[in-house]
């Protein structure tokens, strides 16, 4: 099952179980009452789909990081549920809310605080990139141009990127893309980060201390993360009767 078969399948069956509630939180416990086996059958299609594609685990969680900026073996936390559909939608916001992989440290910390997180939570949730694979358009600058770069490493993604063509050619974001692990940020002090703005957190700038840590302290990456991805899930949702559950997730009810 790849992700193009899985999304649709994943998103109708969270419909399909959700009953409208007029609360105005969003909590862990939101489908105990109106529908019990919501977690239990979520949980079943993402453990087969991640069963069938090593990649999945990332797309989920890229899929959650760009909703609300708008057992992978790694942390776990209680997930608050109850979080609505917007009845619009805008590409542009989107591309103008979302960082770039090609943004400084900077840019990073103002796009972050934009949306009410810190540094803290700008690095430890860039640390999702601890999971999956960017396309060649992405690091392709970096590859030729950047001199904060390890060079054995460069020279290892030319052959994957060449200057010109192959922009959708894949690379893994650190060296087990299929584990939740601190290796990204071993990366990052090696010079091995993928992107940009990867290697900006690490780059003689206030956010290196904490890039060391989490490298020296996998146990505090994990629970620092699950604090981090609880506090993004709190950006402006949606709840009781502001949005809606589509019927159909693609178009609006």
Not at 4 to 19: G, H, R, Y
Not at 117 to 141: I, K, P, W
Not at 209 to 224: A, G, H, I, T, W
Request: net charge neutral.
């Amino acid at each position: 099952m790849n992700i193009k078969s899985f999304l649709p399948l994943f998103v109708s069956l969270v419909f399909a179980i959700v009953t409208a509630s007029s609360d105005s939180g969003l909590y862990p416990s939101y489908y105990d009452r109106v529908c019990p086996q919501a977690l239990p059958t979520i949980k079943r299609v993402v453990e087969d789909a991640l069963a069938q594609e090593r990649r999945m685990g990332a797309s989920l969680l890229r899929l959650h990081f760009h909703d609300c900026f708008v057992n992978l073996g790694g942390p776990t936390w209680n997930v608050k549920l109850g979080r609505r559909d917007s009845t619009t939608a805008s590409r542009t916001a989107a591309d103008a809310n979302l960082p770039s992989p090609f943004m400084d440290l900077p840019a990073l910390i103002k796009n972050f605080q934009d949306q009410g997180l810190d540094e803290e939570d700008l690095v430890v949730l860039s640390g999702a990139h601890t999971l999956g694979f960017a396309q060649c358009r992405t690091f392709r600058n970096r590859t030729y141009s950047d001199t904060n770069i390890d060079p054995a490493f460069a020279s290892h993604l030319r052959t994957i990127c060449p200057q010109v063509g192959s922009d959708s050619s894949l690379a893994p974001l650190d060296p087990t893309p299929a584990s939740f692990d601190v290796k990204y940020f071993t990366n990052l002090v090696s010079k091995k980060g993928l992107l940009r703005s990867d290697q900006a957190l690490f780059n003689g700038g206030e956010t290196d201390e904490l890039v060391s840590e989490y490298n020296r302290n996998q146990n505090k990456f994990f629970e620092d993360f699950a604090e981090s991805m609880i506090k993004m899930g709190d950006i402006k949702p949606l709840t009781g009767n502001r949005g809606q559950i589509r019927n159909n997730c693609r178009k609006i009810n």
